[in-house]
């Protein structure tokens, strides 16, 4: 806040860091004192006094300060808490040891101080080595109280001492509870120890001078001049070794201070590395390929190895936002999860158990005593944390888009780390980005069944034209996945596959059905027609806008013809011309074509269907494509004990068994399948 924005009641002015430093205080020499009814009546919660995320309002610590009097019965607690804030584990520590000197740490005290405070401006100058007049201007709309005032003079007590370990001297030579516009302060404190050996050190080098050039001036005896120098030198030397060992002894307590302020400000570092690589990796997870459970159990997995929770759970409303159900989570036993599986959260308007409020009032919870809630919660609810033997939790509402879509849940069950503000603050940014997943998944989803429609859809046009064929692209989807999954191909490059093996056929949508249904054989003319449906099929997909690997779908899906001698069509490609689809596909679809019924004959027994592709390796099909079909068949049982190869058949360019012909003979294609 600066100081000319206008400060409401309700605005969070003071950290917790302050209000703990009171606790610790209180805690060390007023024991007997109840800080739940000291909370309580302050309007404030443990987890926030720990949470240095958390701010208190004015109301709040007065409130606090207040009650705090009243039970110690001692006036003076505001200072004295504030000087205490240079024990080891305080905010003053934390803060002041990093600048080495209490010079350097008033030249920055305003900025430390806006870490604390935003109920007023502190403004430092140095006016000397060992002073500095502070000013501090409240906020407008801010009515702070002179116990703030003796509190902040505990405090700069506090920062300078850790310097020198004495108290510095302060004067307060103006104060706003006594008509002034601000209260300034005017600081001094001695010098370090090394500042002053190092004087007596510099005040003994004129007399060594003088002592060292006497003689040329004035007949002094040797033996006393002598005397005389040795007695110079020699103190010269110890007050050198004394300014030299107390400078060492502050350099080491300094680099001390320097070592632990570093520790502190590297362990918020690798927090916040850590919170945001968990951000990171959850939205990659998130705009992932898998289906949304399988995005969510990702999520989960990546909630427990970032994050110190023992368990979480990711509750999703089903599309009429009747009911929460469980889709993800980590750290439950097998009976917690099957218990946590089973259980439903009715979103009933008269439901007030806690997932179901978040949901619908999309608000977070965090609950560090179960037992303190258990009357305010639903007997559902209620049964439910007795099953999971829940101590804390956090609930936060998954929503997008003013939408609420479920809720993310963690709590803690064996470790004693209270949960915090900061806890909710961190997954609270998280849960928007889990939302985003949803829809967008939800999104892809719908766009996939419309899209995987339409290419059936397309599929099914080519099938309808003859009866006979209907459900051929479909069995050579089928067959082409199986290849793909035995040779451990991608999923993504596996689903192209599907979508060039439905559509492999497509062209020929431009064939007559005088010549596509032909019972008898094909001339040589109708055969060569025949064979522009791989070109058509091509000359029609390039005209569907393919992205990414969904690009190769027109060219793999136009040269299943080809050979792997390079006799096949329309380009006559061999070997690695052709593309790893597309000889595939040259497997999938000559399998099917042969074990299927066609108009001018009956499906091929299997087994010597299998025995035609294991005589086509080399010619027909690259042979380790054969053998990835084989062993995907013998896993689906479908392969005969024994294939007998049958040398007097071959297959032609339809994929169709076909009597072998003498060379010098021109063979009459047979129809395609």
């Known amino acids: 806040m600066t100081a000319t924005e206008p400060c409401q009641t309700d605005t969070p002015l003071y950290n917790s860091r302050i209000i703990s430093s009171f606790v610790r205080?209180?805690?060390?020499?007023?024991?007997?004192?109840?800080?739940?009814?000291?909370?309580?009546?302050?309007?404030?919660?443990?987890?926030?006094?720990?949470?240095?995320?958390?701010?208190?309002?004015?109301?709040?610590?007065?409130?606090?300060?207040?009650?705090?009097?009243?039970?110690?019965?001692?006036?003076?607690?505001?200072r004295e808490a504030g000087r205490h804030a240079a024990s080891t584990d305080s905010i003053v520590r934390s803060y002041a040891l990093g600048f080495v000197s209490p010079a350097w740490f008033s030249e920055l005290m305003g900025t430390v101080t806006g870490h604390f405070v935003k109920s007023c401006v502190w403004d430092?100058?140095?006016?000397?080595?060992?002073?500095?007049?502070?000013?501090?201007?409240?906020?407008?709309?801010?009515?702070?109280?002179?116990?703030?005032?003796?509190?902040?003079?505990?405090?700069?007590?506090?920062?300078?001492?850790?310097?020198?370990?004495?108290?510095?001297?302060?004067?307060?030579?103006?104060?706003?509870?006594?008509?002034?516009?601000?209260?300034?302060?005017?600081?001094?404190?001695?010098?370090?120890?090394?500042?002053v050996w190092r004087k007596l050190r510099n005040y003994a080098l004129p007399p060594l001078f003088v002592v060292s050039v006497s003689r040329a001036f004035f007949p002094v005896p040797e033996g006393v001049w002598l005397c005389s120098m040795f007695a110079f030198v020699a103190a010269l030397l110890v007050l050198s070794y004394k300014v030299w060992n107390v400078e060492k002894r502050e350099l080491v307590n300094a680099v001390t201070n320097l070592r632990a302020s570093t520790a502190v400000l590297f362990d918020?570092?690798?927090?916040?590395?850590?919170?945001?690589?968990?951000?990171?990796?959850?939205?990659?997870?998130?705009?992932?390929?898998?289906?949304?459970?399988?995005?969510?159990?990702?999520?989960?997995?990546?909630?427990?190895?970032?994050?110190?929770?023992?368990?979480?759970?990711?509750?999703?409303?089903?599309?009429?936002?009747?009911?929460?159900?469980?889709?993800?989570?980590?750290?439950?036993?097998?009976?917690?999860?099957?218990?946590?599986?089973?259980?439903?959260?009715?979103?009933?308007?008269?439901?007030?158990?806690?997932?179901?409020?978040?949901?619908?009032?999309?608000?977070?919870?965090?609950?560090?005593?179960?037992?303190?809630?258990?009357?305010?919660?639903?007997?559902?609810?209620?049964?439910?944390?007795?099953?999971?033997?829940?101590?804390?939790?956090?609930c936060c509402p998954i929503a997008w888009a003013d939408e609420a879509l479920g809720v993310l849940a963690v709590d803690k069950v064996r470790t004693e780390r209270m949960l915090l503000q900061s806890d909710i603050d961190l997954l609270m940014l998280l849960t928007p980005a889990i939302g985003m997943g949803?829809?967008?998944?939800?999104?892809?989803?719908?766009?996939?069944?419309?899209?995987?429609?339409?290419?059936?859809?397309?599929?099914?046009?080519?099938?309808?034209?003859?009866?006979?064929?209907?459900?051929?692209s479909e069995r050579v989807t089928r067959f082409a996945a199986g290849i793909c999954r035995e040779l451990d191909l991608s999923e993504e490059y596996t689903e192209m596959i599907g979508v060039a093996s439905l559509l492999?056929?497509?062209?020929?949508?431009?064939?007559?059905?005088?010549?596509?249904?032909?019972?008898?054989?094909?001339t040589a003319s109708e055969y060569e027609e025949i064979k522009t449906h791989?070109?058509?099929?091509?000359?029609?997909?390039?005209?569907?806008?393919?992205?990414?690997?969904?690009?190769?779908?027109?060219?793999?899906?136009?040269?299943?013809?080809?050979?792997?001698?390079?006799?096949?069509?329309?380009?006559?490609?061999?070997?690695?011309e052709i593309p790893l689809g597309a000889r595939i596909l040259a497997v999938a679809d000559v399998f099917e074509a042969v074990t299927s019924k066609r108009h001018y004959r009956g499906p091929m027994p299997l087994q010597e269907a299998y025995a035609v592709l294991e005589s086509s390796k080399e010619s027909h099909f690259e042979p380790r494509i054969v053998d990835a079909f084989l062993r995907y068949y013998e896993r689906e049982g479908r392969l005969a004990d024994s294939l007998s190869v049958e040398s007097g058949e071959e297959i032609d360019d339809e994929g169709h068994l076909s009597a072998k012909r003498p060379k010098a003979r021109v063979a009459r294609p047979i129809r395609a399948a």
């Open 534 to 576: 791989a070109t058509k099929t091509k000359e029609i997909l390039e005209k569907i806008e393919f992205e990414g690997i969904y690009r190769e779908v027109p060219e793999i899906a136009s040269c299943h013809h080809e050979k792997w001698n390079g006799t096949g069509y329309p380009l006559g490609l061999k070997y690695d």
């Open 25 to 78: 205080f209180i805690e060390r020499y007023h024991n007997y004192v109840d800080f739940g009814e000291v909370l309580s009546y302050a309007k404030m919660a443990p987890y926030q006094v720990e949470d240095e995320d958390c701010w208190f309002t004015q109301e709040q610590v007065d409130l606090f300060y207040e009650k705090v009097v009243s039970v110690t019965k001692n006036r003076n607690i505001a």
């Open 438 to 472: 949803i829809q967008n998944a939800a999104v892809t989803e719908t766009k996939e069944r419309q899209f995987d429609s339409i290419l059936h859809v397309l599929a099914s046009s080519i099938d309808a034209r003859d009866p006979l064929t209907a459900g051929h």
């Open 268 to 394: 918020k570092v690798d927090a916040s590395f850590n919170h945001a690589k968990l951000i990171h990796e959850a939205g990659v997870v998130l705009t992932g390929r898998r289906g949304i459970e399988g995005r969510l159990q990702e999520v989960a997995q990546i909630l427990e190895k970032r994050l110190d929770y023992d368990r979480g759970m990711i509750l999703l409303a089903d599309e009429e936002k009747k009911t929460l159900s469980f889709k993800a989570g980590f750290g439950y036993s097998e009976e917690q999860r099957a218990t946590i599986e089973n259980a439903v959260f009715r979103l009933r308007p008269e439901s007030r158990g806690v997932f179901v409020t978040c949901f619908r009032d999309q608000k977070p919870f965090l609950v560090n005593d179960v037992d303190e809630i258990k009357y305010e919660m639903s007997d559902h609810s209620r049964d439910l944390a007795r099953a999971m033997r829940a101590k804390s939790f956090i």
């Open 504 to 522: 492999h056929d497509y062209g020929k949508i431009a064939i007559k059905d005088s010549i596509l249904k032909k019972p008898g054989s094909l």
């Open 124 to 195: 430092a100058k140095k006016v000397g080595p060992t002073e500095v007049h502070i000013t501090v201007t409240p906020n407008p709309g801010v009515r702070e109280k002179p116990y703030q005032c003796e509190n902040r003079m505990g405090y700069m007590e506090a920062a300078f001492s850790l310097f020198n370990h004495k108290l510095p001297t302060i004067e307060h030579t103006e104060c706003m509870f006594n008509g002034a516009k601000a209260c300034r302060y005017r600081i001094t404190w001695r010098d370090l120890g090394s500042h």
